[in-house]
């Protein structure tokens, strides 16, 4: 049986729970998250416990187990606290600016990138090298996150980039004179 899956979560104050028509919503002070339940599991409500029960033994429904309490666990923490993700720009001119939901980054290139921050993150600064990327989602906050740094990751000789606030970016010797 699988170790995340069997584990009951507890459902926080101020955030409720429904399932209907194979469809979990949940509902807190950050917002609303809805959840497609995979028809291998069943979720069952005792009090304020949520509990994800397998009901087959195939392959299909133990994979189901673990990634659909995962899921329901990480929406539960969206709508209660939110999720951030910080990113740091490290370069000489490099800095991003945002308008509205269009973030203008600066890191290089002969040009500036421009990028729309979806529906449901919002992107904040503290300074012009500082970013903040959050919202209820985890999944997409993730993803906004991986897609700013992609526009120009650290390189490994002068560590210059969109980094995340907690990555160790590995430097690398450049060339010496024999």
């Known amino acids: ?66 990634t659909t309490r995962a899921l329901l ?39 500036p990138v421009n990028y729309t921050v979806p529906d449901g993150v919002t992107v904040t600064m503290t300074d012009s090298t500082q970013l903040r990327v959050g919202g209820i989602d985890k999944q997409l906050v993730g993803q906004v996150s991986a897609r700013i740094r992609s526009f120009r990751p650290p390189e490994p000789y002068k560590g210059k980039g969109i980094r995340y606030k907690d990555e160790r970016v590995r430097r690398k010797a450049g060339k010496t004179v024999a």
């Open 1 to 66: 049986m699988s170790r995340i899956g069997k584990q009951p979560i507890t459902l926080p104050a101020g955030v409720t729970y429904t399932e209907t028509d194979g469809m979990a919503t949940v509902k807190g002070p950050q917002g609303e998250l809805m959840l497609k339940i995979p028809v291998t599991v069943a979720i069952s409500v005792e009090g304020s416990t949520l509990t994800v029960v397998r009901k087959g033994d195939d392959k299909q429904s133990r994979s189901d187990h673990g």
């Open 73 to 111: 666990n990480n929406m539960l923490v969206g709508v209660k606290d939110g999720y951030t993700r910080d990113l740091e720009i490290q370069g000489v001119g490099y800095r991003a600016s945002i308008v509205g939901n269009q973030l203008t980054l600066n890191v290089g290139y002969s040009h």
